[in-house]
C-alpha cells in the first residue's frame, strides 16, 4: 500500500491569504482551513457555548414545615365564624392554612383593649398585671361572643363538621396504603363539586385522610406536586395529626370539607338561632390560651 509523500520540499497555497509557503510549515485550523504557522488563529472561545443542564425543580432531601399547635396569635378574616345549623352548636371557624391539628386548643381574642382607668399603657396596651386585655368577640347567631372569646379557649376538629355527608369503603386498606382507596360511591366526595379543588379529608374512625381530586372509579387521589413518577403517593394518611390505621370493607367514610382552611368548635347548649349566619366583625385572632412573650 502506498504512502504520502513528506513534502520537505513541497509548497503549499494558503487557504486564508492564497500565499506560497513551504509544505511542511503548513497547519490545519479548527474549521478545516490549511494555513501557514503565522497566519493560525485559534477557535474564539464563546464559539464553544457551556453545555447547562435543566433547572432544579424540587429539593433532593426536602424538610417541610411540621405541623403543631400555633405559639402565637394569628389575625382572621373579617366575619370568621360561620354558625351550622338552627339548635347546633357548632361553629365554623374561617383560618387560612390554619396549620392546626385535631384536639388542639384555640383561644379567640378581639380587639386589644387601652385604657387610662386600669393604667394601661404602651403598645400592645397591657394592665398593671402584665396580661394584655381584649375586647369580646361579637355575638354570632344567638352564640354570645363571651363564650366565643371565652379565656379557656376551645377544643376544635379540623374541616367544617356537622354535614355527616357518609359513604363506605369498597375494600380494606391497611395503615400504609396511598392507592387504591375507593369509596362505595363518591358523588358528594368529589372537590370539584364542593370547594373548587381544594384539599379535602375524610374520616374513617379517627383517621383523617386528605386528598384532592377522585378518579372516575371513585378512588381518592392528589394532584401534582404531592402526585409525581417520583413520588406516587397520592393521598395522604394519617393527616392534621391523626395516626394511619387499618380499616375495614365496609367501614363508614366521613366527608370533612377543607380542613386547611377551617377548624370547628361548639359547646352543648349554646346554639345558633337560624343557621348559616355569618359573624364575629374583625379584628378576631386565634391562638394560644397563653401568650408568652
Request: aromatic share 8%; net charge negative; glycine share 10%.
Amino acid at each position: 500500500m502506498g504512502k504520502f509523500a513528506s513534502g520537505n520540499k513541497a509548497i503549499a497555497i494558503s487557504d486564508r491569504s492564497g500565499l506560497r509557503f513551504p509544505y511542511v510549515e503548513m497547519v490545519k485550523e479548527w474549521n478545516g482551513m490549511w494555513v501557514h504557522t503565522s497566519e493560525f488563529e485559534s477557535k474564539q472561545p464563546q464559539l464553544d457555548l457551556a453545555v447547562i443542564g435543566p433547572d432544579g425543580i424540587a429539593l433532593e432531601h426536602p424538610r417541610p414545615e411540621q405541623r403543631s399547635n400555633v405559639s402565637v396569635p394569628r389575625l382572621l378574616p373579617v366575619n370568621p365564624f360561620e354558625t351550622y345549623l338552627a339548635g347546633n352548636p357548632q361553629v365554623w371557624t374561617h383560618s387560612p392554612n390554619h396549620q392546626r391539628n385535631n384536639y388542639t386548643t384555640v383561644r379567640f381574642r378581639g380587639t386589644t383593649q387601652a385604657s387610662t382607668s386600669t393604667g394601661e399603657s404602651g403598645w400592645p396596651p397591657t394592665p398593671a398585671n402584665g396580661a394584655p386585655s381584649y375586647s369580646v368577640c361579637l355575638d354570632v347567631d344567638g352564640i354570645p361572643g363571651s363564650f366565643i372569646c371565652q379565656a379557656v379557649g376551645h377544643t376544635i376538629l379540623v374541616g367544617k363538621r356537622g354535614a355527616a355527608l357518609n359513604t363506605t369503603l369498597v375494600s380494606a386498606i391497611d395503615s400504609t396504603q396511598t392507592t387504591g382507596i375507593k369509596l362505595t360511591n363518591a358523588t358528594a366526595f368529589d372537590s370539584v363539586t364542593t370547594t373548587n379543588f381544594l384539599k379535602q379529608s375524610i374520616l374513617i374512625g379517627t383517621e383523617l385522610i386528605q386528598y384532592t381530586t377522585i378518579a372516575d372509579d371513585n378512588s381518592l387521589g392528589q394532584v401534582s406536586p404531592e402526585a409525581t413518577a417520583i413520588n406516587p403517593n397520592v393521598v395522604t394518611r394519617g393527616a392534621f395529626g391523626t395516626t394511619a390505621a387499618s380499616h375495614s370493607a365496609g367501614a363508614l367514610v366521613y366527608l370533612i370539607e377543607d380542613p386547611t382552611n377551617y377548624f370547628t368548635f361548639e359547646k352543648i347548649g349554646t346554639n345558633a338561632t337560624v343557621g348559616r349566619i355569618t359573624g364575629g366583625g374583625s379584628p378576631v385572632s386565634a391562638g394560644p390560651v397563653t401568650i408568652t412573650p
